[in-house]
């Protein structure tokens, strides 16, 4: 959302089975909220990949839900096919499902976001396939990390169909915003698991349970909510410090980006 504010037109594409977005941006019980149908439906039957509508301004929605199941059992019977398959090429074809329905809609998009899973291998590798840019985010547990391992692996299998596949950083999210040692060991660990592929944004989300909380029973973003005057002013002071992190989180994200841009464009303008 906080690109869409800058004036960027974004589609946000939620390959999920969960669904939450709904909550998220308050669309639930509404039209925009279709349990991903519409997504399903492209996926498996060829339809136009179209979002289901305008969340905010600019802000363009695809939502997940529980239709999306079906999806996934194709994408397992796919698998189990290919690997019948001496090709490689074949054992590779079906994590690209994705890909041709979402180059059908990119000219008509500044920005598009794939917010995938954390668990579901599938759904992650037809995302990797289909997308330029990777951003992970990750918490501080070891469980988290070894998570963090493991995307690094599927993005290893996705590269083979999607060789212009670019890691553009991990997020560290739900930390104490005061803790500012405690960062620091937790950016440097990381660091040391991305061995250099990519960097660690500077850029943190902080945890505030209650926020999060308000946030979902509203329907609204901390940048929204925190303008509700008949909210408790410790809770605005709260919403307010997490919109200011993800508004430098954006900016930091879109920083990244220009920098990688510009770097893929430096061996043709060398030549």
Known sequence: MA???TGLKVLLVEIDEQGNHNEDLGTTGSELADDGQA??????EGKPFAPVGEARPNLFVIPGGTELQDVVEELYCQRRAAALSDDAEDQLAWMGMYTAAIDAVRHLYDVILLDVAPGSEPLQLQALVAGDMVLVPTRSDPSSRKGL???ARRFGQARPLNPLL???GVVVF??????????????SQLTEDL???AGVMEQTIRHVEAAAVACRTHGKVPQELAADPDLDPALRRSLHALAGDYRSLALEVLQAKAELDHADTRPEEAA
Do not use: D, F, P, Y
């Open 39 to 44: 997504q399903a439906a492209a996926i498996l």
């Open 3 to 5: 690109l869409a504010k």
């Open 149 to 151: 391992r493991t995307v």
């Open 166 to 168: 670019r890691l553009l």
């Open 195 to 197: 061995n250099g592929v």
């Open 174 to 187: 739900a930390t104490a915003s005061s803790a500012t040692r405690v960062q620091q060991k937790i950016k």
